[in-house]
């Protein structure tokens, strides 16, 4: 704003463009920041202003044994899911980046279409597809379910990774009589392990705050954090959900700077 190449019309147009992204931010974050002191409150309501400020709802999460069943598997299933999801992602990523891959671009949109369909219709087809082959109300269905839900975050984190990877040094691997996946092993993914570790990361976030397939195909038993305190909302709303989501919003976080800093990490090591 301060370039002096700049008219009086062009600076007042990158003042409100400044204006108008601060404005969609906050539209997007406030709900979520929203909800978070509220975790705080002594009283049994959801409701402003807070009078007794307390870690309440916090004991109680901890004490009621459903909230840490629920969160054993939705760990189980995230685990599982992401490192498919990884081992996929990356296989494909990696084929996709070859020089000689044909229809790049037909399989490139055929392994997103799962962040393109809205996930009722992936929660819908699910169901039905996964009723069939007896895998409904089982943790298979639910980590299978959640693979295909975050493979294409994978493959696109490990895809950016790889437009920066010299091609040629997997060439003089192959020439000094290295097999291929030894070659991958030693010289591709060493340098591509920081986006390999932050695909795996959007995956793992992805499936642990997944509600939609859960809804369809989880049962009792496969219950996940996001399906208990879906069910928690509709039939009983107290702060014991805000604490959840705080601690997930929290969770969620961390996890996301940390691949924003192995992705940065990896840019440096390309632009060195």
Known sequence: MSDPSLTRFERNSVRLTFAAAWLVILFLVLPII??????????????????????????????QPIWGHVLKNSLIIALASSALATVLGTLAAVGLTRPMCPARGTLTAFLLLPMIVPIIITGVASYFFYTKLGLTNSFAGMILAHTILSTPFVVIT???????????????????????????????????????????????????????????????????????????????????????????????????????????????RFTR
């Open 34 to 63: 929203v909800i978070m002191p509220l975790s705080f409150t002594g009283d049994t309501l959801l409701s402003y202003p807070i009078n007794d400020w307390s870690l309440r709802w916090y004991r109680v999460l901890l004490e």
């Open 158 to 268: 490990v895809s950016a990774t790889l437009q920066g990877f010299d091609g040629n040094q997997r060439r003089a691997a192959y020439i000094l009589g290295a097999r291929p996946l030894y070659a991958f092993r030693t010289v591709v993914m060493p340098q591509i392990l920081p986006g390999i570790v932050s695909g795996a990361l959007f995956a793992f976030v992805i499936s642990f705050d997944e509600v939609i397939v859960a809804l369809f195909i989880a049962g009792g038993d496969q219950y996940t954090l996001p399906r208990q305190m879906f069910s928690g909302i509709r039939e009983n709303l107290d702060p014991t959900i805000a604490a959840v989501a705080t601690v997930m919003i929290v969770a969620s976080l961390i996890i996301l700077a940390l691949a924003q800093y192995l992705a940065s990490r990896t840019k440096r």
